[in-house]
């Protein structure tokens, strides 16, 4: 089945860039995502990126896509202290059935 | 113009009785999906459903867990007789339409807590 892998934790300074990886099986896959998790909070949805296009930008977000290596990472450029939270990469290829990646947890250090 | 609302927001229960988790979508939205956080874990699809109709539940396990969006009024996600396991986060989505690349949007959360 579908499987969505990225790392565990990533811990940046203040200020620094960080850039968060995450590599999926499914070839298929139409939309990436990437949502973001605070504690006790749902996912809010921060940008996706179709599977023809390679990258994104939006403000202090940076989505790249290798679809031949299927990678896809979210690079946040001057790292707030309010950024620290739980990040997931998501994969959706057909109607809709989106599956998600274990989260990276960022840790921001002022 | 109200988010994805889901309650209640915690949910203590016994090990044997039910748990009934409730999500009203978005104004517009007729498409919702459950999904499952487990501690330390992402989020599992458990199940997609339309008004009235399950179109897709293939995530749900096959005992105790059933799902409805009835015509009128919210979706629910009902646990019976619920063990330990089952503590978790359940968050509900929902999208205006079918189709790739509609954005689902998560309500809060239940966070059910199986005593």
């Known amino acids: 089945g579908e499987d969505v892998e990225q790392s565990l934790f990533l811990s940046v300074r203040e200020g620094d860039s960080s850039v968060i990886n995450c590599t999926y099986t499914d070839s298929s896959s139409t939309y990436l995502y990437w949502y973001k998790q605070e504690p006790g909070a749902g996912l809010q949805l921060l940008t996706y990126?179709?599977?023809?296009?390679d990258m994104k930008q939006d403000q202090r977000l940076t989505v790249l896509l290798n679809k031949k290596d299927k990678h896809l990472s979210l690079r946040i450029a001057d790292t707030q202290t309010g950024d620290s939270a739980i990040y997931f990469c998501a994969s959706s290829g057909g109607y809709q059935k989106v599956t998600f990646g274990i989260g990276t947890k960022l840790q921001v250090i002022p | 113009n109200a988010g994805v609302m889901q309650n209640p927001r915690h949910l203590v229960r016994r090990r044997g009785q039910e748990a009934r988790l409730r999500c009203s979508p978005m104004k517009g939205h007729s498409h919702v999906y459950w999904y499952r956080q487990l501690p330390e874990e992402g989020l599992k699809f458990m199940v997609y459903?339309?008004?009235?109709?399950?179109?897709?539940e293939s995530g749900m396990p096959k005992e105790r867990f059933s799902a409805e969006f009835p015509k009128e009024g919210p979706s629910i996600l009902r646990i019976q007789q619920v063990v330990r396991g089952d503590s978790a986060a359940y968050f509900c989505?929902?999208?205006?339409?079918?189709?790739?690349?509609?954005?689902?949007?998560f309500g809060p959360g239940t966070r059910l807590l199986v005593l």
């Open positions: 990126i179709f599977s023809n296009m």
């Open positions: 989505a929902s999208s205006p339409r079918r189709g790739a690349g509609e954005t689902q949007y």
């Open positions: 459903l339309q008004k009235e109709n399950i179109i897709d």
